[in-house]
């Protein structure tokens, strides 16, 4: 998520994190005029997203000044059911509990 929020203030250009929750995974895309794929990465093994909040599509969208399209919650876990849960203000501030 920083990643996306980074490039997206760097470059001006909104860029956005998918969850796919049924590989335990996310991509960082640019979404440009010509949307490109910047990152595929698996969670780690016995990591899974456990609920990925109010994001439409699974997705989450940061604009060119870094805010967090729709504000809300992830909840990950591990394999000893030890959860974190990582939330993204309105204004684009991530912070993991």
């Avoid at 760097?10 to 794929?37: C, R, W």
């Amino acid at each position: 998520m920083q990643l996306a929020r980074k490039l997206a203030i760097s470059k001006q250009i909104p860029h956005s994190v998918h969850f796919d929750t049924v590989n335990h995974a996310y991509q960082v895309a640019e979404l440009g005029e010509m949307p490109k794929i910047i990152s595929n990465r698996a969670l780690s093994n016995g990591i899974e997203f456990t609920d990925v909040g109010p994001y439409a599509a699974e997705e989450l969208t940061f604009n060119s000044s870094g805010a967090g399209n729709p504000a809300g919650s992830i909840v990950i876990k591990n394999a000893y059911n030890a959860e974190k849960i990582i939330t993204v203000s309105p204004s684009g501030f991530i912070k993991v509990d």
